[in-house]
């Protein structure tokens, strides 16, 4: 069935309906990534967002039981140049086409993806809808009714609405009882705004257990579970509008070491000070450097977020640790005598390098230190 | 770290003589890096024996010897240069061997000639057999378990290892004679009793047989800060047991999840780490198709023919940026030469698909054994680049200039289907047309691979080709029709399927003449339709980043899609 691609700046693209017959509609961003489909789709990062993905050929291995990084796909809509229909890989449970279906999303297939990269490039992220029983004008009309991306907040849409434990042996979310004892070395609270299982996972790795709090939790209810570190979790949308988690972040600050990933970068910043700005088509892929301005190393980052920390503002201690060399963003903070450090890129990977991984075992060294 | 400023003048090996097994990588290696020294101020003096190469036109170095590539007139030249530093890891082995050879004779020393880049022990390590299992073992990446064995008593260890099957092979007899695979312990013992008997020096060798597993490469690059990136990685379409420059190949992988990619991504760097190589290197890698397990087969510690492909595949100047590495500088120092914006630290993203096919020189050498084993016999490679992975097979079937366009061979058709199957079944230059003709006979994937091994998303993808040209074929009145409709001012309305069929065709790379000789409609007049129709290729751009950057000296593919950006 043919389907439409419409900007809300009036250009779009005609394709083929993929997935689910209907409407998606929300803010449209590129991935440079030449694999990870799976991971991107269950990505809560990018709730609100159509996302296309610049590698022509998705859906070659299918999905999978295991790659799904939160407990549902949370992409708004997903654009491809081609959808393989007979997927080849050990672990395939299903074809892609079939798992957007099943799932009611809304996507598209058949259209010059590049093309599109290039036009977001230029002019920048901006609203879009995939749509099949619509004119152009009639999208338009309805796009021009949204609200903006920047006045929703996704951090509630996708955080967990209630506590749960995270250990050793789990592979999805089981419910935290508070009695409970320990199951493993270290406790980590971790605030969910929008959490990638594979952070859980590489925590459990470095025997933790981890309970993870909805993003509404207060700072005391965080502290009574007596962690030994506290994560700040990534996730979706505007920072500029979660006034709420920064005051609980700044009630933690001192309390526990923190270590902070990609939007609990951003939360950090804002805790001590920063502001953050909307990068114009931001930074989604596996393949961006970032140097440790501390040791002269470059790393190749996954990275996932559309928004940076002007680093002016930032006080009370807290400096730049590392930057992006293609634009010389911000990538990371450290504070100069507190137990706190975050990166602005995915030490979990998934999908992406795992050259990062070894920022979690420093969150280690620095609740091991005794915060 | 910027350059070095203590070196001014670099003397560079060039390869000599274009033999088989070793394509021209080593002049398109040896050429950036003249130009790229000179980038840097450096005053070049180049050395090689073979005149007819780029590297020795007249403005490639600041000096140019056309001597022979040996101690004596090496050292004649070095005595009458004075160079600062050497740089021998660009051309092949012939370099590297002459530049051990300056080191071991004391020539270096004696003029105060420091060897830049990869260090000779780190060369040496990768290529030593032993040294390098005994290197892998120690930073816990996989080899493939292997017996050398002198006497028959020595058997009951490979025996009793439960690895099944195991490759045997006699050492020191031509073309491996005498070995063969043992599926269990009787024909272990026997295989391996022939065996030998027939080797000149009683051994053979006994090593897991990794047959049908997935033949991975990564090309990896580090600096002497310890930053090291993957330029790109690549997938066989033949599984192990053909040589990989024997073999068909894309950029990037197709069949791997992002798991499996960054798993062997992480084992490669974890290798060009422990080794100390300060350039790029080649690492391949065997991945089970059906579990997570690989093995390291093999790592080639400098630039290579797979380099020179990955660089041509991706935009990335491996031997330039191998060059300044050289030369002290760090992935971060140095510009990426296509988007002028960025930096050469970073991992190529592509947005196109890559397809290399080897060309051998069975034309030339009529009576050869064709088929293609361990050994590599290609003596040139195309490559193309497409949208699609079908655009791409196509494009570089016609670039091999062989005599062959499309799906068909000369002589695939003859066979029966004995022949056909056996044709799967061993490889040979052919395999691929063989292929094809398996599926017009109605064979199914699953057998194919059966026979083959071949992953069966590269056989859906040729049974996606000889659909469309059976398609071609019963429609073909319908395309002729089509075509001599003068009169209709809406062609797309009034042939809906013919029209369709025709885009399909081309978007998934069906040369014209293919087209024409399959339909009936004569070439001319397929090209005249299609233009008609607005069915006519675009160009886009290679520009290393999948259009994130803009990129300031880029080059271009066809392929049809809907933006034009030249």
Redo the contacts between chains.
């Keep these: 069935m043919r389907a439409l691609l419409v900007f809300q700046d009036g250009s779009y693209?005609v394709g083929e309906s993929l997935g689910a017959i209907g409407r998606s509609q929300g803010e449209i961003v590129?991935n440079?990534?030449?694999?990870?489909y799976?991971?991107i789709l269950s990505d809560p990062s990018y709730a609100g967002q159509i996302v296309n993905l610049?590698?022509?050929?998705i859906g070659?291995?299918g999905i999978?039981d295991d790659?799904i990084e939160s407990r549902r796909i949370q992409v708004s809509g997903l654009v491809v140049?081609?959808c393989?229909e007979?997927?080849?890989?050990?672990?395939c449970g299903y074809s892609l086409q079939d798992y957007l279906a099943k799932n009611n999303i809304v996507a598209i297939k058949g259209?010059?993806?590049?093309?599109i990269?290039?036009h977001v490039?230029q002019k920048g992220v901006m609203l879009a809808t995939i749509t099949s029983d619509e004119t152009v004008d009639e999208a338009l009309a309805r796009l021009s009714k949204m609200p903006a991306y920047e006045t929703a907040d996704f951090t509630q849409v996708v955080t967990t609405p209630e506590p749960y434990l995270w250990n050793l042996n789990t592979s999805a979310p089981a419910p935290y009882d508070h009695k409970s004892g320990r199951t493993a070395a270290r406790r980590i609270a971790l605030l969910d705004c929008g959490v990638k299982y594979n952070i859980l996972r590489s925590l459990a790795k470095y025997d933790c257990e981890t309970v993870v709090f909805p993003c509404t939790a207060s700072h005391s209810e965080i502290l009574a579970c007596k962690p030994d570190g506290i994560m700040l979790s990534p996730g979706p949308g505007d920072p500029a509008n979660l006034h709420p988690i920064v005051e609980t972040v700044k009630h933690l600050v001192g309390q526990k070491p923190i270590l902070g990933v990609c939007l609990g970068n951003q939360i950090l910043g804002a805790a001590f000070g920063s502001k953050t700005f909307k990068l114009r088509?931001g930074h989604r892929?596996?393949?961006?450097?970032v140097?440790d301005l501390n040791t002269?190393?470059?790393y190749?980052t996954s990275q996932n977020h559309g928004y940076a920390l002007d680093p002016d503002g930032l006080k009370d201690g807290m400096e730049v640790a590392h930057i992006n060399?293609?634009d010389g963003t911000v990538e990371g903070l450290r504070h100069k005598e507190l137990p706190i450090i975050s990166i602005q890129y995915h030490p979990e990977?998934?999908?992406?390098?795992?050259?990062s991984a070894y920022f979690f075992g420093e969150f280690m060294g620095l609740i091991d230190q005794g915060g | 770290m910027p350059r070095d400023k203590s070196l001014n003048s670099v003397l560079v090996l060039g390869s000599g003589p274009i033999i088989i097994g070793q394509a021209a990588e080593f002049d398109y290696a040896g050429s950036q890096a003249c130009q790229a020294l000179r980038e840097e101020g450096l005053r070049v003096i180049l050395i090689n024996s073979n005149p007819a190469t780029i590297m020795t036109d007249a403005d490639m170095a600041d000096r140019t010897y056309i001597e022979p590539l040996n101690v004596e007139f090496a050292a004649r030249v070095i005595e009458k240069e004075r160079p600062d530093g050497l740089l021998a890891t660009l051309g092949g082995q012939t370099g590297l061997n002459l530049a051990t050879q300056l080191a071991e004779a004391g020539i270096l020393e004696k003029y105060g000639v420091r060897l830049l880049g990869t260090p000779l022990e780190a060369i040496r390590k990768a290529e030593d057999r032993e040294e390098f299992r005994n290197l892998m073992k120690q930073i816990g990446e996989p080899v493939p378990e292997s017996w050398i064995v002198t006497d028959e008593s020595q058997l009951s260890d490979p025996a009793s290892a439960g690895i099944w099957p195991l490759i045997v092979r006699p050492a020191y007899t031509l073309g491996g004679t005498g070995g063969g695979i043992a599926y269990n312990r009787d024909e272990l013992y026997e295989i391996a009793h022939r065996g030998l008997a027939l080797s000149m020096r009683r051994q053979v060798m006994i090593e897991r047989y990794l047959k049908g597993w997935k033949e991975i490469e990564y090309e990896v690059m580090r600096d002497a800060n310890d930053t090291a990136i993957t330029v790109c990685n690549m997938e066989n379409f033949d599984p192990m047991g053909v040589h990989t420059g024997d073999s068909i190949v894309t950029a990037p992988s197709q069949t791997l999840t992002d798991r499996e990619y960054q798993m062997l991504r992480t084992a490669s760097l974890k290798i060009i780490r422990s080794l100390g190589i300060e350039g790029g290197c080649n690492v391949q890698l065997s991945l089970d198709p059906k579990s997570f397990r690989y093995y390291i087969i093999e790592v080639n510690p400098r630039v290579s023919r797979s380099s020179a492909l990955a660089s041509k595949a991706t935009g990335y100047p491996i031997a330039r940026v191998a060059a300044k590495i050289a030369i002290g500088m760090r992935l971060d120092e140095i510009e990426n030469a296509v988007t002028r914006k960025t930096l050469a630290c970073f991992e190529p993203a592509l947005d196109y698909c890559v397809v290399k096919i080897p060309r051998w020189p069975f034309d030339k050498f009529v009576g050869a054994d064709r088929r293609i084993t361990t050994q590599m016999k290609a003596t040139g490679e195309v490559m193309a680049i497409d949208r699609t992975f079908e655009g791409a097979l196509m494009k570089a079937i016609r670039s091999l200039e062989n005599g062959i366009i499309g799906l068909s061979n000369k002589t695939a058709h003859l066979l029966s289907d004995i022949e056909i199957e056996e044709a799967l079944r061993v490889p040979a230059d052919e395999r691929l047309w063989a292929i094809t003709e398996a599926f017009r006979r109605g064979m199914a994937v699953e057998e194919v691979h059966a026979l083959s091994d071949i992953d069966p998303w590269f056989l859906n993808k040729l049974r996606h080709l000889v659909d469309i040209e059976m398609r071609l074929k019963s429609n073909g009145t319908a395309l002729v029709r089509l075509a001599s409709d003068e009169k209709s001012d809406d062609l797309t309305a009034s042939h809906p399927l013919a029209v369709r069929l025709l885009r399909e065709a081309k978007f998934a790379g069906f040369p014209d003449v293919t087209l024409a000789t399959i339909s009936g409609v004569p070439e001319l007049k397929l090209r005249s339709l299609r233009n008609r129709l607005g069915i006519v290729p675009v160009y886009k751009q290679v520009d290393t980043c999948s259009a994130e950057f803009e990129a300031a000296t880029p080059y271009f593919y066809s392929c049809y899609d809907l933006e034009d950006e030249r």
């Design positions: 693209y590129f440079t990534g030449m694999t990870g799976q991971e610049t590698y022509p050929l070659n291995y999978n790659d140049h081609h393989e007979i997927p080849s890989n050990w672990r259209v010059d993806t590049r093309a990269t290039r490039r088509f892929g596996s393949n961006h450097p140097k002269g190393k470059v190749i060399l293609n990977a998934s999908p992406g390098p795992t050259d």
